[in-house]
């Protein structure tokens, strides 16, 4: 049988996320999927570390000579959000593929701008919502899916990590707590993750109303508090918290339906000590969810034979130069990062007002 063909790949942006795709990279091209062709950073020390995880043919410190470089076949983007869309732009000109972290945009009139341009592509494109590889996240999702537990009726979502600035954590990049680049904290940054996984558990919300605050005194939130209601009418509560508490990388929810009651919480690390998952129905002891089993059936599911990866990224990463490799479409793609931004920006809006917000499906201008 003909060997299948390694993937070459761009990395664009060798900081702390790159290093994390860099290392789901080693692993891909140890399988034999990926060609490590290309990486980019302006700081050499960058550069140098994602060469650590995973050795690049080549280092250059110009995004454009990744890009284009004619052996790179498609460009994972994981620069700071305020470069996204320029690199998106820019990648979408040669015709290949990319995978773009989240969030895509500081604005949403960027983001409308960026998705658009992508579907017009016809690209094989994905955001970085790794969060949709976890176990758990699917287990959830299927049995909002089976409808086995009744309907969805209502959710708590409880999101929270330790500020991730410089001024907070020694050592860490400062765009975060910087607006102009950031775009917005703890609900931008962090929670446009749990922003799509509800949309993607009940569909697109419809009215967002939002309460914030930035106890930290930068110009972005660090606290926020949204009420969702989503079209078909499950309505919910996210909280979302950048404070001081090193060590707590969570995300908590509860899920109601008519005749059962869903506990979970994941981390972002495979096989973290914090995921757990308890599912509860009528006159019955809560069962606990055994989360190595589920992980196991999940990777299978998934096609994933190896077993030696920390991050969802390598599952993530993988699921794109699969769907690269043949053609197909990828997910989570950029029309499902579009609803997660508009609920973003509703709520956003929501909380300059104080007044409840329709999610716009198109991007307005927030001005
Ligand atoms: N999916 C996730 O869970 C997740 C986690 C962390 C970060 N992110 C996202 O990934 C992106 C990067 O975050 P990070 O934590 O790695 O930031 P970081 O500050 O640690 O690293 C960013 C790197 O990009 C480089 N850079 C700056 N401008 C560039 C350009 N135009 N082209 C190429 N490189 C450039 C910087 O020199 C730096 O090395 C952000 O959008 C962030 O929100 C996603």
């Known amino acids: 049988m003909a060997e299948a063909h390694a993937v070459g790949i761009g990395l664009v942006g060798c900081g702390m996320i790159g290093q ?10 140890d399988d034999g ?21 995973c050795e690049f043919e080549r280092l250059d410190g110009d995004p454009d000579a990744v890009i284009d470089d004619p052996e790179v076949e ?15 732009l820019r990648t979408l ?7 773009c972290e989240k969030p895509l945009a500081p604005t949403f009139a960027a983001v409308g701008e960026i998705c658009d341009a992508v579907a017009a592509s016809g690209v094989v ?7 949709r590889f976890h176990p758990l996240v699917r287990r959830l999702r299927a049995l909002v899916e089976s409808g086995e537990l009744g309907a969805p009726m209502g959710y708590a979502v409880r999101d929270d990590q330790y500020w991730p600035t410089g001024g907070v954590v020694a050592g860490h990049s400062s765009w975060r707590s910087d607006r102009t680049q ?14 799509d996984i509800v949309s993607w558990l009940f569909g697109p919300a419809v009215d967002v109303y939002a309460s914030m605050r930035n106890v930290f005194g930068y110009d972005v939130e660090d606290a926020a508090a949204l009420t969702i209601t989503h079209a078909n009418g499950v309505v919910g509560n996210l909280v979302t918290i ?4 090193r060590g707590r990388e969570e995300r908590r929810f509860e899920v109601f339906f008519e005749y059962g009651t869903i506990e979970l919480t994941t981390n972002f690390i495979v096989g973290a000590d914090e995921d757990s998952m308890l599912v509860q129905v009528a006159d019955q002891p809560a069962q606990r969810v055994d989360c190595a089993s589920e992980r196991e059936v999940c990777f299978v599911q998934l096609g994933v034979e190896r077993r030696d990866f920390l991050f969802y990224q390598y599952v993530s ?22 609803v997660a931004h508009a609920l973003v920006d509703a709520a956003y809006r929501s909380a300059t007002t104080g007044m409840p917000a329709s999610v716009a499906v198109q991007p307005v201008d927030a001005s």
């Not at 999927?33 to 995880?53: Q, T």
């Not at 000109?93 to 995978?99: D, L």
């Not at 494109?125 to 969060?131: L, W």
């Not at 690269?324 to 990062?337: E, H, K, N, S």
């Open 74 to 88: 498609a460009v994972f983007i994981t620069a700071p959000t305020a470069a996204h869309r320029d690199l998106v």
């Open 242 to 245: 950048f404070n001081g508490v």
């Open 20 to 29: 994390i795709h860099a290392d789901g990279l080693a692993k891909l091209v």
């Open 125 to 131: 494109a994905q955001v970085g919502f790794h969060s």
């Open 317 to 338: 990463d993988r699921a794109f130069v699969t769907a690269v490799r043949d053609r197909a479409a990828a997910a989570p793609g950029f029309g499902d990062a579009l």
């Open 33 to 53: 999927s990926v060609r490590a062709v290309a990486a980019a950073d302006p700081s050499p020390g960058a550069r140098d570390a994602v060469n650590r995880n």
């Open 93 to 99: 000109a040669t015709g290949k593929p990319v995978f």
């Open 182 to 195: 950031a775009g917005g904290g703890a609900l931008l940054e962090h929670s446009i993750h749990a922003a």
